[in-house]
Nanobody, 115 residues
């Protein structure tokens, strides 16, 4: 059974940091490109960051460049998103996605940036 489980979301003040985790199981994690998406209330889901299957080829949305860092450890079947200098507009449900022969989504974790 394929599973992607996100964790690490929560409420943080503007300027603060959070680290999201995505743990994969039931598929060959190291063979899949991984990415983070987010969806704010009333908006479409958007790509935040992506990383290649071996940890190369990292890319970021312009809105998070310089503030967010994506990483992965294939030995642990885990991907992370380090989010620094958070802004209220980063508030959203964050989802991880695995892309390979097929694609899988996690259930999402809520991130709320508010004073």
């Amino acid at each position: 059974q394929v599973q992607l489980v996100e964790s690490g979301g929560g409420l943080v003040q503007p300027g603060g940091s959070l680290r999201l985790s995505c743990a994969g199981s039931g598929f060959t994690f190291r063979s899949y490109g991984m990415s983070w998406y987010r969806q704010a209330a009333g908006k479409e889901r958007e790509l935040v960051a992506a990383i290649g299957s071996v940890g190369d080829r990292r890319s970021y949305a312009d809105s998070v460049k310089g503030r967010f860092t994506i990483s992965r450890d294939n030995a642990k079947n885990t991907m992370w998103l380090q989010m620094n200098s958070l802004k209220p507009e980063d508030t959203a449900v964050y989802y991880c996605k695995a892309t390979g022969w097929d694609s899988y989504w996690g259930q999402g974790t809520q991130v709320t940036v508010s004073a």
